[in-house]
């Protein structure tokens, strides 16, 4: 309990120098994890970046088995068959023949007893696939230039917008990787929802960039520690509001995809809650062990924060100093609340004969003439 206290009022005092360490290390072997995944697997790209019909069949009836059999005779066994909801079957295919689409979507009516009218296709060609991808990568890359822009001018430091692009890359990257290991569907959705989760990312880290901000002069001025337990100081004194921010976000998430999805049957707000819940996620942690330890490590290098370090070197560290400091003014503390002893003495001075520290000499009054 006392430690959740501490937590509440900001006063822990973790140490997130040495979590750090295995924080960027575990951030490197996803890292390399997701890459492999999209080399290997690639990702399950949707109709509208790959181009091609989709048909979508209200039937109960038809597996997805039964659908493939359908379709096997018209060279259309590879297509992707996806069940949504209960009564509903969609089949995507890359072909764009108005003849075939026509001679599949008649032979679905067939095995489902509907009426070909009934089928609803959706035709999109490659082209417009290639311009959607192309303004998703517009708008990432203008997004990176207006938050570097905005850290660099606002916190007037280059090295947090390095730090805050540094776990941005990361988060896409694994959020991309998550999505290929799943094969979990890429839509337009999705990349609205990515948008979605870096601008909440970037919340995060320039709050803890704010509060490493108002701690700078503690290191600057005051020389008591190095710039990098400063950072982790910062990062205690905003972790519970970093821990509120990210469960306020993340329920809203859960039940669009618990109710939304789940209860309700809505596909496109599962694309979405799927991808937010995700870069949520992946969005605090970078928050704290990537985007910090990043500017940390610049600043460190720099040379006042260098000098700094240097003096410090041969002092006690971390807790060791933190100690020390504690314990001399706790001894400070006690020194000038301790009364004098009874040998005659108060504050260093000698009293007359006959007094003690206990029985001061009382006032003497001035006699009239």
Not at 121 to 135: A, C, F
Not at 171 to 195: H, K, M, N, R
Not at 249 to 259: K, R, T, W
């Amino acid at each position: 309990m006392s430690g959740l206290r501490r937590l509440f009022r900001g006063e822990n005092n973790y140490d997130f120098v040495r979590l750090w360490r295995y924080g960027l290390t575990a951030s490197a072997a996803m890292v390399v994890l997701s890459v492999g995944l999209l080399l290997l697997r690639g990702l399950n790209l949707g109709l509208d970046f790959e181009g091609g019909t989709a048909w979508d069949v209200p039937t109960s009836s038809l597996s997805v088995s039964e659908t493939r059999d359908v379709l096997r005779p018209l060279g259309e066994a590879e297509s992707k068959i996806q069940t949504v909801g209960t009564d509903l079957v969609r089949v995507q295919s890359g072909t764009t023949d108005p003849a075939k689409i026509q001679e599949v979507r008649q032979a679905l009516a067939g095995a489902a007893e509907i009426d070909a009218t009934q089928i609803a296709v959706t035709t999109v060609g490659p082209s417009w696939g290639n311009e959607i991808s192309n303004k998703a990568l517009r708008a990432l890359v203008l997004f990176f230039i207006a938050v570097s822009l905005y850290i660099t001018f606002a916190l007037r430091d280059w090295r947090m917008a390095v730090g805050a692009l540094v776990a941005v890359v990361h988060d896409i990257v694994i959020s991309i990787g998550v999505y290929s290991l799943l094969q979990i569907e890429v839509t337009p959705a999705t990349v609205i929802a990515f948008l979605t989760i870096l601008g909440f990312s970037l919340y995060d880290t320039v709050v803890v960039y704010a509060r490493i901000k108002d701690n700078t002069p503690m290191v600057s001025v005051a020389g008591r520690m190095t710039y990098t337990e400063m950072a982790s100081l910062s990062l205690n004194q905003v972790l519970m509001r970093s821990i509120n921010t990210s469960l306020t976000a993340v329920l809203p998430v859960l039940s669009i995809l618990v109710v939304g999805s789940l209860i309700f049957g809505a596909t496109t707000l599962q694309e979405f809650g799927i991808a937010l819940l995700i870069g949520l996620l992946v969005g605090v942690y970078s928050s704290i062990f990537v985007a910090t330890p990043i500017v940390a490590y610049l600043n460190e290098r720099s040379p006042a924060y260098r000098t700094v370090r240097e003096r410090l070197a041969s002092k006690p560290t971390g807790e060791p100093r933190r100690a020390a400091g504690r314990k001399a003014a706790a001894a400070t503390v006690a020194a000038a609340e301790t009364p004098a002893a009874d040998s005659g003495t108060t504050s260093g001075k000698k009293l007359p004969a006959g007094y003690s520290a206990s029985h001061p000499p009382r006032p003497r009054k001035n006699k009239r003439r």
